[in-house]
């Protein structure tokens, strides 16, 4: 089993996606925790170069190629050999956050072509989630909680992973929006979760959507 957590910065995608790990090692599953960009060595490399540093370090286009290189290190080293063990994958971005950062939710114009996007994605990942889960909050709130987390990491030293945080709040309202429109675009496969209120309170409602996929979880040690 496959689930992303997808959605804009601030959402509590670490979080949730933590207590529902833990809820599924409580049930007796094997669960692997992970993340994108990131999963894999040479995929946390590529982190750095594209989280860290101003805004317009890279264009769209640019962007798009390094996640399907982090991407293609992640899937061959982390996800498919967890997969065909039986594990539960747990990812904290996947392709969706491409579609939506380097296509959809830049300036008309700016975003990389969606067919291109498309096209990559078939070449060189082929692989869908099998539920992802979309994280929404008011874009406003959630930039608040991304700047407050980015004040803790000490982001005026330059090595806090704030780039796309200083894109701005239009930026991130083109982001929601983008979600919005995957959901709608792919209602078989995602959720859109409200993601106000306490923890606890969200993490009911992932476990609601992802009962149906993941029945181990109406045990009440889960």
Known sequence: MFISFEGGDGGGKTTQLRLLADALRGA??????????????GAEEIRRLVLEGAPGRWSAVSELLLFNAARREHLERTIRPALARGAVVLC???ADSTRVYQGLGRDSGEGAPPE?????HALV???EPDLTLILELPPEEALARAEARMAGASAAQGGAESRFERFGADFQSRVRDGFRALAAAHPARCRLVDA???PEEVQGRIRAAALPLLPELSREDA
């Open 196 to 198: 106000s209120g306490a």
């Open 28 to 41: 007796g599953r094997e669960v692997v925790a992970t993340r994108e960009p990131g999963g894999a060595p």
């Open 125 to 127: 990942i082929g692989l």
């Open 116 to 120: 291109m996007v498309e096209a990559l």
């Open 92 to 94: 904290d971005r996947f």
